[in-house]
């Protein structure tokens, strides 16, 4: 016959969660284990992704450093140039000094 008690458990009541997992205690263990260990991977698939960000990012400020150095390198050669031009030679003069006092960054490609 049908269970007529209208809770759906045969007229017993459900077991809590503090009793149901003492009653399998082992079971609850190993789902806290097995949440742990996922949670560790996920920390750790976060930080390799993290880590090839900075890697590629690290690259892209090696790049912008290359080209803003040998723009520097051109604008320096350019003022030289005008400097040469100029007769007087204080032009010329002036501009070593300040060459000398803030010279050009090297590029990756010179530092190796």
């Not at 045969?10 to 263990?29: D, I, S, T």
């Not at 097995?34 to 400020?61: C, I, N, P, T, Y």
């Not at 100029?86 to 010179?110: K, N």
């Amino acid at each position: 016959m049908a269970d007529v008690s209208g809770d759906g458990f045969g007229g017993r009541r459900p077991l809590g969660l503090l009793a149901n997992a003492r009653k399998r205690k082992e079971g609850f263990v190993q789902l806290f284990l097995m949440a742990g260990v996922f949670m560790m991977s996920l920390r750790s698939l976060g930080q390799k992704h993290r880590l090839r960000d900075l890697a590629e990012d690290a690259a892209d400020l090696r790049r912008e450093r290359d080209v803003l150095s040998h723009r520097m390198r051109d604008l320096q050669d350019a003022l030289r140039r005008e400097a040469d031009a100029d007769a007087s030679g204080a032009l010329a003069s002036h501009l070593r000094r300040i060459f000398t006092a803030h010279p050009a960054p090297a590029t990756a490609a010179e530092d190796q």
